[in-house]
């Protein structure tokens, strides 16, 4: 059947599961359309995140880098963990004391109502441990809002976007950092542009790369002794 | 295939909009004005899922049906008012003159889109939906006047079969219709089109619909699609006569024609 012969094309030149391999006009095109669509309608995840894989072509090898050098990067790089619901162990995790990543996380997810898998996976990245990284940089965002102690509404996003964007160099959170405060309030925005990025940029730029963090192996560390350890500073 | 279309149903029009830049819209409105139908006539549209071309037959049949009346009322000058005024009624009644259009699609959410559009824009009359497949129509032999299908074709799987129950339920004297893209012969013109359609369409399809797979079939199947002469004589297979083909814009779009005698 016609649809079987273009699958078995494809896999000649799939790296990966939902590869898409494209060409540099079309990464060009996508990059333009995703980030008018996203902007057009914020429902749109999956645009942010076309944003992303197409417009990472630098960010992306110099995160892997950063991993690659670092002992625990290298670890999770080999390992390849996922965060999964399937994966996780919610009920052990919900046993953990109050105050560990654990605790806080799961709390977190229940909180706003949120779930690790309704991450997108990669579809335009060309090169499979890449696109692995990005996989890990969507995974692991949840986590950033559990170290940060940012919720989910537009300005907690906001501020993760912001700390993201100094920590990954990535231009779909540069974007993303830049235009998601349009649609907040004038308040809001005070908060934001006086208190929150502030604390955001100077935690970004003093933590260590937070994607050299084995997070699965730490599930029983206090969130507090984390941060410190990371460098990233209390939030107001 | 029927996978694609269940995704692509909701966007369709959007879509199509989008990557023919609303030329889709004069494409099909060409189909009816060379169909010209005239009241009274009873149309089976094939593949019609959103309804396109059975809204433009509508159209094109209440607009002959007005004339015919106005040149009525102009010859009947000397009616009393009485007289006029029953005649009026009755042809309000009939507004289409007794047409009528079938849409056949093989996918449901495709129809349901069709029965929104159709109860959005005003359409109540004279217009039927059936869930069905081109290759083994759910209708009785010799029944319709004109049979269409738009941007369908390609996608059956059997076109041989689609055109032999074409032909099969088609009145004799009926007419067969077919909009369906097709080969451009033109070099220049043809790199272009490539160029367009495999570099534009399928970020269209992830950037409007989320879907780049099945829109990057979508242009696949096009250039796998049998071309024009080849067509031609597939339906002269089936038994119809008098076939004969019409490209549009430089053959990105032909429409062929041919009757059951």
């Known amino acids: 059947e016609e649809e079987e012969e273009v699958e078995e094309e494809e896999l000649w030149h799939q790296l990966y599961p939902g590869h898409i391999p494209t060409s540099p006009l079309q990464k060009a095109l996508l990059a333009a359309g995703s980030a008018f669509m996203a902007l057009y309608d914020p429902y749109r995840h999956d645009m942010v995140a076309v944003l992303g894989e197409t417009t990472g072509c630098l960010a992306l090898p110099n995160l892997r880098d950063k991993m690659k050098h670092h002992p625990e990067g290298y670890r999770i790089l080999q390992e390849r963990p996922r965060i999964r619901l399937s994966t996780l162990d919610m009920s052990r995790l919900r046993g953990l004391p109050d105050g560990s990543l654990g605790r806080e996380y799961v709390r977190f997810l229940e909180v706003n109502k949120v779930s690790p898998d309704t991450r997108m996976p990669p579809k335009f990245v060309d090169d499979e441990e890449l696109a692995y990284v990005i996989q890990r940089y969507r995974e692991v965002h949840d986590l950033m809002h559990t170290l940060l102690g940012m919720p989910t509404n537009m300005l907690g996003e906001v501020v993760v976007k912001w700390f993201e964007a100094v920590q990954t160099g990535l231009p779909m959170c540069v974007l993303g950092a830049a235009f998601g405060p349009v649609r907040l309030s004038a308040r809001k925005l005070q908060v934001l542009a006086t208190e929150l990025v502030p604390w955001a940029i100077r935690s970004g730029l003093n933590a260590s790369c937070v994607l050299n963090v084995y997070y699965e192996q730490r599930w029983e560390q206090p969130v507090e002794s984390l941060r410190e350890e990371i460098g990233i500073f209390p939030p107001p | ?261």
């Not at chain 2, 009145?171 to 033109?186: A, I, M, Y």
């Open chain 2, 1 to 261: 295939v029927y996978q694609v279309f269940e995704s692509v149903a909701k966007k369709y029009d959007v879509m199509n909009d989008s990557m023919t830049l609303g030329i889709h819209r004069v494409w099909k409105d060409f189909l009816v004005h060379k169909m010209n139908p005239c009241p009274g006539t009873l149309l089976l549209d094939v593949a019609g899922g959103t309804g396109d071309i059975a809204f433009r037959f509508i159209n094109y049949v209440r607009s002959v049906r007005e004339r015919q009346l106005q040149r009525k009322l102009k010859q009947h000058q000397n009616l009393s008012w009485q007289e006029i005024f029953e005649n009026y009624q009755e042809d309000k009644c009939n507004s289409l003159g007794d047409s009528q259009v079938v849409v056949c699609d093989i996918n449901r959410e495709m129809l349901k889109v069709g029965k929104q559009k159709a109860q959005h824009l005003g359409y109540s009359e004279g217009l039927s939906w059936v869930l069905g497949n081109a290759e083994e129509l759910p209708f009785d032999d010799d029944k319709f006047d004109v049979y269409t299908i738009a941007f369908g074709i390609r996608n059956v799987t059997r076109i041989d079969l689609a055109l032999q129950e074409a032909y099969r339920v088609l009145k004799p004297g009926g007419r067969f219709l077919c909009l369906e893209f097709s080969h451009v012969s033109n070099p220049l013109l043809s790199r272009l089109y490539d160029l367009y359609s495999f570099q534009v369409i399928p970020v269209l399809g992830e950037v409007i619909a989320g879907d780049w797979r099945s829109y990057q079939y979508l242009v696949e199947s096009i250039r796998q699609f049998p071309p024009q002469e080849e067509l031609k004589a597939m339906i002269e297979d089936a038994g119809f006569f008098k076939v004969d083909y019409e490209n549009l814009n430089f053959g990105i779009v032909a429409i062929h024609s041919g009757f059951k005698l």
